[in-house]
């Protein structure tokens, strides 16, 4: 599996060097990521909070997180009117994440994310430079990282506890620009990400939060830019039906600008099901808009669905034995 992992990075590294001959230079290109959701590999209750809760070692886990998004990138365009126009760049755009996570030791795994578009449209640049169009499918930047979970919650808190149980990890992500440049899906350098999660339980109730940076050059393009970010991320929810066969959940997640560059966030409402008794396999389904804050939001979708499928083999789907009171 080590070396699986470093195929991995050296294939991403080449891809990364070979789509360098793109232009990134002024602000008219398409080296911008429209989609800032990073969903973790893994077990997870939340879509963008990380869980504290890690593979086992020897055991690998699968995910599949999809992402429908409206309006991620619009520019504003010279017009008649006195307020100009608004070109949806990318308008609509459909994004799968293939994530794997290996165990390395308890407490520690492995893991990688692989993102493609698999549906987009919009108009790209052609309205400001009457150049392309967007490509229905693209293929985007690869994610690399570990995680460290330095104490795990027991997944079965007893009614009568009257504390909850908590846990804590800590990931470390970089991102390869080795994504195809020309359809805002590749960012124009390589980002990293540090963050600490959170999780509390207590009887049926579940929280967690999320707190990091997102460090990367600033990127110009138009009259926006993207550069350094915080990470902020907090998530509430309730096990409807015991033994997490349905829950609700809502998060939101915010990524406010470290420099003078544009911020994102969003909210979403969803529910999950672990419908097997080994809880190894979990599903989700959830939608949400962007929250207002500031006047200027980039990229950020007016709207987006997410739907989560994954495999995870943890040392608390295995444990079934309850917390003494």
Request: glycine share 8%; with cysteine; net charge neutral.
């Amino acid at each position: 599996m080590t070396l699986r992992w470093v195929a991995f990075t050296a294939l991403a590294i080449v891809s990364a060097s070979a789509n360098a001959a793109t232009p990134c230079v002024g602000s008219v290109h398409t080296c911008v990521n429209a989609d800032t959701f990073w969903p973790n590999a893994g077990a997870s209750r939340f879509f963008g909070i990380g869980a504290t809760e890690l593979t086992l070692p020897g055991q690998v886990a699968f995910g599949l997180v999809t992402s429908f998004q409206h309006n991620p990138i619009v520019a504003h365009t010279p017009s008649p009117g006195p307020l100009g126009g608004e070109s949806p760049v990318v308008s609509h755009q459909m994004n799968a994440n293939f994530l794997i996570a290996f165990g390395v030791a308890p407490r520690l795994e492995l893991f990688a994310a692989f993102p493609v578009t698999i549906a987009q449209s919009g108009e790209g640049l052609r309205s400001i430079t009457a150049g392309d169009g967007l490509r229905a499918t693209a293929m985007g930047d690869p994610r690399f990282g570990f995680a460290w979970a330095w104490k795990a919650p027991h997944r079965d808190v007893p009614e009568e506890r009257v504390g909850g149980d908590w846990g804590g990890a800590l990931r470390l992500t970089t991102s390869i620009p080795a994504g195809e440049r020309s359809q805002f899906v590749s960012d124009r350098t390589a980002t990293f990400s540090l963050s600490l999660s959170s999780e509390y339980r207590r009887k049926r109730w579940f929280a967690a939060a999320e707190a990091g940076v997102r460090i990367r050059p600033t990127t110009n393009f138009l009259d926006s830019q993207v550069g350094s970010q915080a990470i902020a991320a907090l998530g509430l929810g309730y096990d409807l039906v015991s033994e997490e066969l349905l829950s609700a959940v809502v998060e939101a997640r915010a990524l406010p600008s470290l420099v003078s560059g544009a911020s994102s966030s969003e909210w979403t409402a969803s529910v999950r099901s672990v419908p097997f008794s080994h809880r190894r396999f979990a599903a989700m389904l959830g939608a949400g808009t962007s929250i207002p804050i500031g006047d200027h939001a980039f990229p950020n979708p007016d709207f987006r669905a997410l739907l989560s499928l994954r495999y995870a083999p943890t040392t608390e789907s295995t444990d079934k034995k309850k917390v003494a009171p």
